[in-house]
């Protein structure tokens, strides 16, 4: 089911005003089976496969628990375990089909549908387990508690990926809510207001410039150096504006119903350096990876050098998580030789600027920082869209060695799947959007927390603007299928 399907806009609603009427023991009960019926409509036999990883993980942490009072040796057996059941299932129905082509293993490939958000909810139970097995958490003895944490619709299937101290412990509070703390009219206008933002920037914004990438990329052989330029920073719109909706619309469903989720996004394009990028970019991802594997491998403990490596082994790791492909492993490593030289070459430049009295606390010098930042990302999403390797570098040699400014010119920018009327909506949209990163970067303000320090009909203007704007001129429809979100796949 998808958060811009008419389907949704009937279960949404349902849902949470049955969450709402319901006695506080049956709250959660409902929850998990609407949870499940959620990720049933995309494939119902797949939700075994979160049942299984929800039980495996549910009785490892009551282990480990027990564990960990009388034999620490026991409960590291138990989490090894565990850890080789859940990634042995992700291995499976993820990666097993790129290992046998990429060794050229005589092995039959498995004919399997990759299950929608496997990575996400895999994630999020491992990262609970390993905090039972630290003990930076309680284990929960309660299932539905437990396996409404693993399955929880709003971020089941793309994010944000929830920690058990923030997510698990709300979940265990929800029998102590009121009816009239859960009908807090604050918090309802503030979750409505991010799923307006949500929609506003799936359909007005990523799908109509994914129109555009499609058109380019599956033809690039045909097009020089400008139309390329125009579908990588197309591209790269479109993913930020299509993941950060997703998770946007995740978070306001959940505050409609009493649920604070993690930020996943905070304006990343503006980011002045690839460190802060991706501070800024899918945030719950680089926490746990920063938490999981980065920390455990050593961080920064073990001198510089280590440093560095460990850089380049978390950032392929995620590389891969994202996708079973080359191209999605040389876009982490891309990534992590990014980090490497930031940390190789920053204390030489702060030497010189240091010794040339520049002045970096300036307008002009963040500006071009944060535009070399975007050239440096929006460069690695080509090897991100592409099919393949190869296919990356022949976009990418096209791209610096054909000219074609005609292409833009009014005709031959009408060329690229999008009319002169849709650039003249795409165009004001991304203004709106910067406007809104920008309060984000200088305020620290999310748009519903900025909206509302506003005067109230201000508020009204604004939300009915977005929500007109995005009836009027989304992309849905006849001659339109519903586009799915792009994080799906992981």
Known sequence: ????????????????????????????????????????????????????????????????????????????????????????????????????????????????????????????ALGYVIDCYRSDCKAEHNFINYALFVSFYPQLVAGPIERSTNLLHQIRSVSSHTRRELLSYKRIRDGLSLMIWGLFLKLVIADRVGILVDTVFQEYYRYGSCALILGAVGFGIQIYCDFGSYSTIAIGAAKVMGFELMDNFNAPYLASSIGEFWRRWHISLSIWFRDYLYIPLGGNRKGFFRKLINILIVFTVSGLWHGAA???????????????????????????CLNTGSNTDNFGYKAIKVLITFILVDFAWIFFRATSVTEAFEYIHRLLTIPDLWQMSGEGLYTLGLSATQFHILIPSLLILLFVDIIYQHKHLRFDKWLSIQWMPFRVIVLAFLLTWTIVHGIYGPGFDARQFIYFQF
């Not at 494939?43 to 480990?64: D, E, F, M, P």
């Not at 004919?111 to 996400?120: A, K, N, R, T």
């Not at 490593?333 to 190789?344: A, C, D, K, R, S």
Request: charge should be positive; glycine fraction near 4%.
């Open 1 to 124: 089911m998808l958060f811009n399907s008419i389907s949704f806009l009937i279960f949404f609603p349902i849902v949470t005003l049955l969450y709402y009427i319901l006695p506080s023991r049956l709250r959660n009960i409902w929850l998990l089976i609407a949870s499940y019926y959620f990720y049933m409509n995309w494939n119902a036999k797949y939700a075994l496969l979160i049942l299984a990883s929800t039980v495996i993980t549910y009785l490892s942490g009551l282990l480990i628990e027990r564990s960990n009072a009388h034999n620490k040796h026991n409960s590291k057996c138990i989490l090894i375990l565990c850890l080789i059941f859940n990634l042995g299932i992700l291995f499976v129905f993820k990666y097993f089909n790129f290992v046998v082509g990429s060794l050229h293993l005589d092995v039959p490939s498995l004919d399997l549908i990759l299950p929608v958000g496997i990575s996400f909810y895999t994630f999020q």
């Open 326 to 352: 080359w191209t999605f492993v040389f876009w982490g490593l891309l990534h992590g030789t990014y980090q490497v030289i930031e940390n190789l070459f920053k204390p030489l430049w702060r030497k010189i």
